[in-house]
């Protein structure tokens, strides 16, 4: 275990739902991160909190809408998703230091498929 | 644009042999590291080189890294089939707390 867990392990929605993935450090770490894992495709960095403050938002879909209430959680909330959103979303926290960028430990992921 | 990529694609050796893979990058970086995901699973960190180190071991694994030609090499002496999995070569700037990925090399060791 890498100290970092994510729920749902699986979600299966249609287009018109609302759902949330959910996502929590154990590691006392100051930055979190969601990204996107497709098919043949390198793993795509959709967000980056830093302090609970978000930095990084890398041209996501609106209908992606990240939430960091603190250091130690992130939700991704759904809605109105497209299939080509089908994929496996992976959590991710680090310590960042003078903003270097160092480990990151990854949770296991939410495979979504959307109907 | 990505900036790590690996080569090569996929790799099928035999357990007891050494697996090479290699990593090229675009730009300048603070440190290259390496992760393995098991099918379906999420990303686990192997190795961190820095910018100012040649070479690093790790029980069974070596990195090296060429600033000069941007590349990166884990190597992964006598291979078991545990070690089948999926690697990954990660890029830091530090100019802020990214990564960035390559689209991984699926190993698999046979039996």
């Known amino acids: 275990e890498t100290g970092v867990t994510q729920t749902p392990r699986h979600l299966v929605m249609g287009m018109t739902n609302k759902k949330s993935l959910k996502c929590e450090q154990h590691?006392?770490?100051?930055?979190m991160y969601w990204y996107k894992q497709s098919a043949k495709k390198p793993l795509e960095l959709m967000f980056v909190?830093?302090?609970?403050?978000?930095?990084e938002n890398n041209s996501v879909p609106s209908r992606f809408s990240p939430e960091c209430p603190n250091s130690s959680h992130l939700f991704l909330h759904l809605h109105t998703l497209q299939p080509e959103d089908s994929a496996l979303y992976l959590c991710?926290?680090?310590?960042?230091?003078?903003?270097?960028?160092?480990?990151?430990?990854f949770g296991p992921g939410t495979r979504l498929t959307v109907l | 644009s990505q900036q790590g990529e690996e080569d090569p694609q996929a790799l099928s050796i035999q357990e007891g042999e050494n697996a090479t893979m290699n990593c090229s990058y675009k730009?300048?970086?603070?440190?290259l590291q390496w992760y393995r995901q098991n099918s379906g699973r999420g990303l686990v960190h192997l190795i961190l080189i820095r910018s100012n180190e040649r070479e690093k071991h790790s029980g069974r694994l070596r990195v090296t890294l060429d600033t000069s030609k941007k590349s990166s090499s884990l190597l992964i002496t006598a291979s078991r089939a545990a070690d089948t999995a999926s690697y990954f070569c990660?890029?830091?700037?530090?100019?802020?707390?990214?990564?960035?990925f390559g689209k991984g090399i699926t190993l698999s060791v046979r039996p």
């Open positions: 990660a890029t830091g700037t530090g100019a802020n707390s990214k990564l960035t």
């Open positions: 909190y830093n302090f609970k403050e978000q930095t």
């Open positions: 991710a926290s680090s310590q960042v230091d003078r903003g270097t960028t160092d480990t990151q430990y």
């Open positions: 730009t300048s970086i603070n440190n």
């Open positions: 590691l006392g770490h100051n930055a």
